[in-house]
Structure formats: structure tokens, C-alpha cells
């Protein structure tokens, strides 16, 4: 088997064991017996590879491991399922590249909007926003903070200032980068509601207005998603007589809105005061407990090194790159921008005096 084989076989036998975790986690029948049946065909398929390895049909003569060992990342994400619904986790499931994501409404790569329903129960049926999307904005704040605040610390370090210039400086870093980034995620969710309230209020006219002009509208949608046209004037007809389910779902068909995606302002400005706040914080941490610059300052490198390898992993998850290149080359950049500085502030202490 070439090295691509053994690829491959590594890839469906991960694909089966990360399956067989999103089995165990899935609260729902219908779909936990989806993912046992796509663990059953993973498994397959890894065991087809195996027996041309055997047979020597595969190109190549290298044969797979005797005993598979998911990877890293993998690891993290089985562990994440203990603690987390599979559909809170479709953004970290779809970079592991595992199928059958489509059960889930708002799965990646699916169509905005509704599917089309079937019955009246389905009408109005909400998408439900991620938590996948909330933790990796949780991770990016958190880096934000590392990133800038580590810059900040070591750049007034570099110039020669004194553990509580430096503590001062950071804090004051620390609180400013917060608040700007609490404010600027409290008026653009804002904005958003507003943009779509408004929006929903013109829409709530026209189907008051004209409901079958509306309902013809939302039948033609559907059918350019390749229903029988007869059938989706049936079901927008129907949409008609549930007025506030029909303004949900016309406001998700025809304008794209989805009120459950946009959140509250005050939490999404909460969680970047909170996400940012506690990257800011780490370099301060050895000023706190050291009196000597010299090991204050490397006791913040090395700290702020290890929280960065950590959020590099945690990115891994959404980016589906190797979970160690990604922690590695997030230190490499959160490195390089802390040197910088560092030299800056070296170079300016030296100039000043």
C-alpha cells in the first residue's frame, strides 16, 4: 500500500472510531443509528484497504500500522463529545471531514435558509445558531489578547521599565483592548438586529398586503430547489393560515435572515470583554510574582508560549490542519510579534536613556 493508501486507511479508520463517538453522544435515535451505520461503512472500507494491502493489488507494498492510534486532534474533539451535543459540534465535526452533517438544519455546505417542509409541523421549524461558531470566536479573542497584550508587555519590557511600569502598562492594555473589543461586538450585533427588525417590519406589511403574492414567491424558491411546483404552492398556502410562523420563515427564504444566528448584544460583548480579558491577563501573571525583570520576562515568554501552542490547537479543530503544525505555528506568529516588540523597546530604551 503507497503512502497515500495508508493515508486513507488511517482516514476511514479515524472517520469510523470519531463516529462511533458521535453515536454515543447523539441524544437522538434516528440519528444516532445514521452515525453507527456510517462507522459501520468507515470501518468497511478501512478493512477493503487492508485486504488489497494483503493481496498486493494496492500500489505500493507498504502495509497499514497493526493497531490504529487516532490522532491529536482527534482526541480533543472525542473529548469535546463528552461535554457537548454532535449538533452544537458541526463545525469542528465538518473540518474532521465526517459526513452525514446534513441531519442537522444549519449543517455547513447546506442551504440557507429552511429545507423544504413536508407538513405543517415543520413549518417554522428554527435553525439553532452553533456553539461550534462560539467557541472558535471564544478562541480568537482569547489569542487576541495573548497576542497583543504579550506585544505590549515585552515592548515597555524591552525599554528597561520596572516590573510595575510594565504591570501598569498591561493592565491598562489589558482594559483598553477589552472594552474596544466588547464595543465593537455590542454595536455591530446591534446594528444587526436593527438592520433585521426593520427588515421583518417591511416584511410584515407586504404579508398582510399581499399574502398570495408572497405565498407565490416562497413556491417559487422552493421549487428552484427542485420541488414539484404544485406541491410548494400547497405548502406556502398553508404557510398562510400560521401568520407568525409564515413571517419566520419568509424572513429566512426571501431576505436570509435568521434572528437565532444574530444573538444578544450584551453577551456577545460580554464573552469578547471576558475571552480577551483572559488572554490579556497571562503575560501579566509573572510580573505579579517575580521582582526581577530579567526573570519576569522569561517566565512570561515561556507562559505565553504555552497558552498560545494551546489556542493553535484548539484552532486546529475548526481549521482541520494538523493539531501540532497549527499550536506550533501559532507560537511561531505570537513569537515574532512579541521579538519585535521587544526589540523596539530595546532599540527606544537605548535612544532615550
Known amino acids: ?29 434516528h440519528k444516532r443509528h445514521l452515525f453507527e451505520q456510517l462507522a459501520a461503512a468507515a470501518e468497511d472500507q478501512a ?12 500500489p505500493g507494498s507498504a502495509a497499514p ?10 482526541r480533543i474533539v472525542a473529548r469535546l463529545l463528552r461535554h457537548l451535543e454532535p449538533r452544537s ?24 435558509g429552511h429545507a423544504m417542509p413536508t407538513s405543517l409541523t415543520e413549518i417554522g421549524a428554527r435553525h439553532r445558531s452553533s456553539l461550534g461558531g462560539t467557541l472558535r470566536a471564544s478562541v480568537f479573542g482569547v489569542n487576541d489578547g495573548l497576542v497583543s497584550n504579550m506585544s505590549l508587555v ?50 410584515r406589511e407586504e404579508l398582510a398586503e399581499y399574502p398570495e403574492e408572497e405565498a407565490e414567491e416562497l413556491a417559487l424558491i422552493y421549487q428552484a430547489r427542485g420541488v414539484e411546483l404544485e406541491q410548494a404552492r400547497a405548502i406556502s398556502r398553508a404557510l398562510l393560515a400560521h401568520p407568525a410562523q409564515a ?14 444566528d444574530l444573538g444578544s448584544p450584551w453577551r456577545a460583548a460580554l464573552s469578547s470583554f471576558v475571552t480577551f480579558a483572559a488572554g490579556a491577563a497571562v503575560p501579566l501573571v509573572p510580573f505579579l510574582l517575580h521582582q526581577r525583570a530579567a526573570h519576569a520576562i522569561g517566565a512570561a515568554v515561556v507562559l505565553t508560549a504555552a497558552a498560545l501552542f494551546a489556542v493553535g490547537l484548539g484552532l486546529s479543530l475548526f481549521t482541520g490542519r494538523d493539531a501540532l503544525r497549527s ?10 510579534a512579541g521579538l519585535v516588540c521587544f526589540l523596539v523597546g530595546r532599540a527606544l530604551g537605548v535612544a532615550i536613556g
Open 1 to 29: 500500500m503507497t503512502a497515500s493508501g495508508v493515508d486513507s486507511w488511517f482516514h476511514e479508520k479515524e472517520s469510523a472510531w470519531l463516529y462511533c463517538r458521535v453515536a454515543a453522544a447523539e441524544p437522538d435515535p
Open 47 to 58: 478493512r477493503r484497504w487492508e485486504q488489497a494491502a494483503a493481496r498486493g493489488t494496492a
Open 65 to 74: 500500522p497493526r493497531l490504529f492510534t487516532p490522532s491529536l486532534r482527534a
Open 89 to 112: 459540534m458541526r463545525a469542528v465535526l465538518a473540518a474532521m471531514k465526517l459526513r452525514g452533517l446534513s441531519v442537522y438544519s444549519a449543517a455547513p455546505g447546506g442551504l440557507a
Open 154 to 203: 515585552l515592548g515597555v519590557a524591552g525599554a528597561g521599565a520596572g516590573n510595575g511600569y510594565v504591570l501598569t502598562t498591561g493592565a491598562a492594555g489589558l482594559l483598553a483592548g477589552a472594552l474596544s473589543m466588547a464595543a465593537g461586538e455590542y454595536v455591530s450585533v446591534r446594528s444587526q438586529r436593527e438592520m433585521y427588525e426593520y427588515q421583518m417590519a417591511l416584511e
Open 247 to 260: 413571517l419566520d420563515v419568509l424572513a429566512r427564504e426571501e431576505l436570509g435572515l435568521n434572528p437565532d
Open 327 to 336: 499550536a506550533l505555528r501559532m507560537m511561531l506568529i505570537g513569537g515574532a
